[in-house]
Nanobody
């Protein structure tokens, strides 16, 4: 499975951005696709994802305070991360990743087998 994340860029605080994660190749091998982010000087942080096997979304505990929503377009094999009311603390490289099998825990990066290249998001104050 190959993943291509896109949609990053510069946005002002309070604004919105939608990231895309397009899957190609053996997409039937993707059991779930999740999103992570890594801000400057910070550890990678889990955001959430969707279990492609049954379409069920899952989110991290904070769910970015309800500002982030994950969705999927089955026909396009693409998953989206909608980010609203953004703050400078959302500045990070955002990654999507695919898991090939069911995992007991989705919030750790070792649960995922394939990673996209990341897309930079910068939020200005």
């Amino acid at each position: 499975v190959q993943l291509q994340a896109s949609g990053g860029g510069l946005v002002q605080a309070g604004g919105s951005l939608r990231l895309s994660c397009a899957a190609s190749g053996q997409t039937s091998s993707a059991y779930a696709v999740g999103w992570f982010r890594q801000g400057p000087g910070k550890q990678r942080e889990f955001i959430g994802g969707i279990r492609w096997a049954d379409g069920r979304p899952y989110y991290g505990e904070s769910v970015m305070e309800g500002r982030f929503t994950i969705s999927r377009d089955n026909a396009k094999n693409t998953e989206y991360l909608q980010m609203d009311r953004m703050t400078p603390e959302d500045t990070a490289v955002y990654y999507c990743a695919a898991a090939a099998v069911l995992r007991s825990k989705w919030s750790i990066d070792t649960a995922y087998d394939y990673w996209g290249q990341g897309t930079q998001v910068t939020v200005s104050s």
